[in-house]
């Protein structure tokens, strides 16, 4: 992906020093429910004859899972937290869910319980990885999950998952503006269009944190074991 162009925003951002002693992996949405091509959305799609999700489940087949997992076992390695956020309803009816998230949880059976609300197989969390379940877009907005990360002591986030434009970027805004310090992990988030994902990342560049590769993470972990 190519580098924004500079504009006057870089005059007023704040550079922070990474610290991985405090940083936690939050993996966002790796259900089947929208996550998969033999979860429900995708099951809904191929029946209809629709291809509009193949660069979707493509890009999370290919990038996301493997990048994930890679950072995964470097958090692991480094001794720091791994969060794996989830979406969907407590129950088949969604009546704990905003209106508007009412149906998609509803028509994807995407309630706790159901192999649809799962973690996808390659990812699955460990015994002693955190989970929260949240009902809306950004996870700040309906879990404790802010209380969780100051009681690990963790003010710096590396965030990877789906849908980038969507709860990726939405719950990465909600950190930033409650002062954590944000990476986007560029390979590692995945959406339904290209475009989706790009602009997500320039817009995210732009004052809210950083946009970072699978590589580069990994080399800051290593970096930090070794120090």
């Given at each position: ?14 550079v ?31 029946a209809a004859g ?16 493997p ?53 996808l197989?390659e ?9 929260v ?21 963790c ?25 954590y ?7 590692a ?39």
């Amino acid at each position: 992906m190519n580098a924004p162009p500079a504009d006057y925003i870089t005059d007023f951002m704040l550079v922070r020093d990474t610290d991985l002693s405090r940083s936690a992996l939050l993996l966002v949405d790796l259900q089947y429910a929208t996550g998969s091509r033999d979860g429900a959305l995708g099951r809904r799609l191929k029946a209809a004859g629709s291809t509009l999700a193949d660069y979707r489940f493509h890009r999370i087949e290919t990038l996301v899972l493997p990048h994930a997992q890679r950072l995964r076992g470097g958090f692991r390695a480094a001794g720091r937290p791994v969060i794996y956020v989830t979406i969907g309803a407590a129950t088949p009816q969604a009546l704990d869910a905003p209106l508007h998230m009412r149906k998609l949880f509803t028509e994807c059976a995407n309630y706790v319980g159901s192999r649809e609300h799962e973690v996808l197989d390659e990812i699955k969390p460990a015994a002693d990885d955190y989970v929260v379940r949240k009902t809306t877009n950004g996870a700040f907005a309906s879990t404790g999950i802010d209380s969780l990360l100051r009681a690990l002591g963790c003010e710096q986030l590396y965030m990877a998952g789906v849908s980038t434009n969507m709860c990726v970027e939405t719950t990465a805004r909600e950190a930033a503006d409650r002062g954590y310090a944000v990476t986007l992990v560029e390979d590692a988030c995945g959406t339904t269009h290209a475009d989706l994902h790009e602009t997500t990342m320039r817009n995210f560049s732009r004052l809210f944190g950083r946009v970072r590769s699978t590589a580069e993470c990994i080399d800051e972990l290593r970096l930090a074991i070794a120090a």
